[in-house]
């Protein structure tokens, strides 16, 4: 079986970098889409991976809902994958870039609240950050002795490629480091 690539981070932490990354890389990958959230009301609705690992078999990386909400079964399911934590430098960055999409009117409001309890992020904002958090230490605790594989990317940081390319054992790409949604990042 081909290595899959899961990205486990939460939304607004750099997934569609993630995503614009491993299909620089040559990885077959599964970006947020329709499908996508089909996938998150059945795994949430339902209580059912069907569709999850169906999609899985099809595609070699994949990034965003609901992929964080089943590491745990795809890592079961899919052994020697790796998963990539995408975070921001800090909860507060992370929960001010929610709320600013979230004004843009950019989100699905079923999305969150079948996630979070709520819709939106305003006057919520304690429990949406308890969610990042809990999922975020859940994750590393998880994974925590697993070095190959796993591991946590902050785009934030310099040297972006570097780390992502020494994770994925892949040369890197002689392009400029594909950033999505840039105007969310303070590099």
């Known amino acids: 079986m081909k290595q899959k690539i899961f990205g486990i981070g939460f939304h607004k932490t750099g997934t569609k970098t993630?995503?614009?990354?491993?299909?620089?890389?040559?990885?077959n990958h599964f970006s947020y889409s329709k499908k996508s959230r089909e996938l998150l009301q059945e795994l949430l609705l339902k209580k059912s991976l069907k569709g999850?690992?169906?999609?899985?078999?099809?595609y070699d990386s994949f990034e965003d809902w609901p992929w964080p909400l089943a590491y745990k079964e795809l890592d079961k399911k899919f052994p020697n994958s790796k998963f990539i934590l995408t975070i921001r430098k800090d909860n507060q960055t992370w929960l001010k870039s929610l709320k600013k999409h979230v004004e843009k009117g950019n989100f699905q409001p079923g999305d969150r609240k079948l996630i979070?309890?709520?819709?939106?992020?305003?006057?919520n904002e304690k429990i949406f950050l308890?969610?990042?958090?809990s999922h975020n230490n859940e994750v590393k605790n998880?994974?925590?002795n697993r070095p190959k594989d796993f591991t946590v990317l902050c785009w934030e940081?310099?040297?972006q490629w570097k780390e992502l390319c020494k994770f994925l054992n892949k040369e890197i790409p002689k392009i400029p480091f594909p950033h999505k949604n840039k105007g969310n990042y303070q590099i």
């Open 142 to 144: 998880y994974f925590k």
């Open 52 to 58: 999850i690992f169906e999609t899985a078999e099809k």
């Open 18 to 27: 993630l995503g614009e990354c491993l299909k620089k890389l040559g990885y």
């Open 157 to 159: 940081k310099r040297n």
């Open 116 to 123: 979070y309890g709520y819709a939106t992020p305003h006057k």
């Open 130 to 133: 308890q969610y990042y958090n």
